[in-house]
């Protein structure tokens, strides 16, 4: 799992500064993990995005951003509270979900909005 930086979300995610309208830049559909390390939910999620990252190798690409190292990322989708995930298709807008989500859930919206087509 790679952590982004604003350089890396830029190239790899959306580049906010050049296009105000969402524009997805990667190749593969992407799940962001906003986070914190004194977050306790956020370290209850961190084993799980570690294992959906592994049974979706190839398929998805799994982010972090870590909240505090990142302050303009987390202010540009305005992030209020943590763990917040963002689901990002290729196709399509982004989509938000906030809190630890368990497994179950996070596959479900997955495979809902990031490999619907």
Known sequence: ME?????TFLDKV????QNKDWKFEGDLPCLIDFYA??????KMVAPILEELSKE???KINIY???TEAETELAG??????I????????????QMAMGALPKDTMK???EDVLLKN
């Open 14 to 17: 959306f580049n906010y500064e």
């Open 3 to 7: 952590h982004l930086t604003k350089e």
């Open 64 to 66: 972090k951003i870590d």
């Open 37 to 42: 390390d004194w977050c306790q939910p956020c």
């Open 76 to 81: 540009a989708f305005g992030i209020r509270s």
């Open 108 to 110: 479900k919206a997955i």
């Open 83 to 94: 763990p917040s995930l963002l689901f990002c298709p290729k196709d399509g807008q982004p």
């Open 56 to 58: 979706y190798e190839g």
